[in-house]
């Protein structure tokens, strides 16, 4: 059974930093390229980053240089370290692995957790 668990998140207000975890059981995670996706209120989830099992990666416009997504293969674990939050980056973020890197198309799904911004 695969599961991909989903640590941090929180409150923090803007220009804050925030670090995210992913623990992954059940699956071969280095086959898998692994990533964010994030849902806002009232907005479909979207793509944030992702990290290909060699450790390469890309993200989604609004992000770059203000996250930054790590993998631990030894440990199974995946990490995004959120610098200078922004209000608009309040959403629900899940951890998802994929068998393709670039497109990324989830597998497995993560559970979610709240990240809210004050302003």
């Known amino acids: 059974q695969v599961q991909l668990v989903v640590a941090g998140g929180g409150l923090v207000q803007a220009g804050g930093s925030l670090r995210l975890s992913c623990a992954t059981s059940?699956?071969?995670?280095?086959?898998?390229?692994m990533g964010w996706f994030r849902q806002a209120p009232g907005k479909e989830r979207e793509f944030v980053i992702a990290?290909?099992?060699?450790?390469?990666?890309y993200s989604a416009e609004s992000v770059k240089g203000r996250f930054y997504i790590s993998r631990d293969n030894a440990k199974s674990t995946m990490s995004l370290q959120i610098d200078s939050l922004k209000p608009e980056d309040t959403a629900v973020y899940y951890c998802?692995?994929?068998?393709?890197?670039?497109?990324?198309?989830?597998?497995?799904w993560g559970q979610g957790t709240q990240v809210t911004v004050s302003s």
């Open positions: 059940g699956l071969s995670f280095d086959t898998y390229a």
């Open positions: 990290i290909s099992w060699s450790g390469s990666t």
């Open positions: 998802a692995a994929s068998r393709n890197y670039r497109p990324f198309n989830p597998t497995y």
